[in-house]
């Protein structure tokens, strides 16, 4: 049931069953902010109640079904926050998923499927706000973007064009609501220990024309694991941005997102390509 305590600013937050969701959710209702958590299915609730009661922060949470592909859900769930509460402060577009697969291998249904999840679903939950925001004169968005987002990787292709779709489209917006009083930012996480692959590159046989940097790139991941960094450290730049005036754009989050921007910034593609490929094509066991 959602609260009527008007003097709390009010945050709406998608994909919280788990990682960053979950965590900012609780960082936020810590902070005092009134928080609707929503997700897809409510049956995976449990995990952010129990830790809700665990930090004492229940009465600050509400959780609503909220499947960002569906317009009606939004439109509702937006409605029901506004007539409750009479604001929302704070939007953070977290929901979205990840697909590994060669762009050749992938199947058409998979790339609408992603993109509906990761690029009009941050656009329709924008959209949302976006006139409550502007009749307040105030507001922040934050969309959670990737580390290849700003770098394509093999396998990676359908989830990088989503969230290089997402960079661009956060550009845009910041130029224009800026001067409306409202903010824009976009964190850029690399490995980070969240839920979000579940899809696994598979190749069925050595004759693949793309076996060679499939698996190059599958042994370069399994020997990244275990350094994922722990998402408990977003939810630090989530804090930073809501309790800023003026939050910048950019949050580039890990060590690897970090190297990877910076090397993409100063090499020319060439040298860069060149690279990769070298790493992937001879990556060991």
Not at 7 to 32: D, M, N, Q, R, Y
Not at 115 to 125: D, K, S
């Amino acid at each position: 049931m959602l609260t009527t305590d008007t003097s709390s600013p009010v945050a709406l937050i998608t994909g919280t069953s788990s990682g960053f969701g979950l965590e900012s959710t609780i960082a936020l209702a810590k902070e005092g902010y009134i928080v609707i958590a929503t997700m897809r299915n409510l049956e995976k609730q449990a995990r952010l109640l129990q830790r809700a009661e665990q930090e004492g922060v229940s009465n600050q949470i509400t959780v609503m079904k909220l499947d960002v592909r569906i317009e009606q859900e939004i439109e509702e769930t937006v409605n029901a926050i506004i007539e409750k509460e009479g604001r929302i402060d704070l939007l953070l577009n977290n929901a979205g998923y990840a697909l590994r697969g060669t762009m050749e291998e992938t199947p058409l249904h998979e790339w609408r499927s992603i993109l509906e999840t990761n690029l009009y679903g941050v656009i329709a939950m924008t959209q949302a706000v976006l006139p409550v925001m502007r009749k307040q004169q105030s507001g922040k968005i934050i969309n959670v973007s990737s580390a290849l987002g700003f770098m394509g990787l093999p396998t990676f292709a359908a989830y990088s064009a989503s969230k290089f779709a997402v960079e661009g489209f956060s550009e845009s917006l910041r130029l224009e609501a800026l001067p409306l009083g409202i903010y824009i930012s976009l964190i850029e996480p690399g490995s980070f220990q969240t839920d979000i692959v579940k899809n696994h590159v598979t190749v069925k046989s050595e004759d693949s024309p793309y076996y060679q940097v499939v698996n190059g790139i599958n042994r370069m991941e399994s020997k990244g694991e275990g350094k994922a960094g722990n998402p408990k450290k977003i939810t630090g730049i989530v804090l930073r941005i809501a309790r800023a005036r003026a939050p910048k754009f950019r949050w580039v989050m890990g060590k690897d997102a970090k190297g990877l921007y910076c090397v993409k910034q100063i090499l020319a593609w060439r040298w860069l390509e060149k690279i990769v490929l070298r790493v992937l094509t001879s990556a060991k066991p």
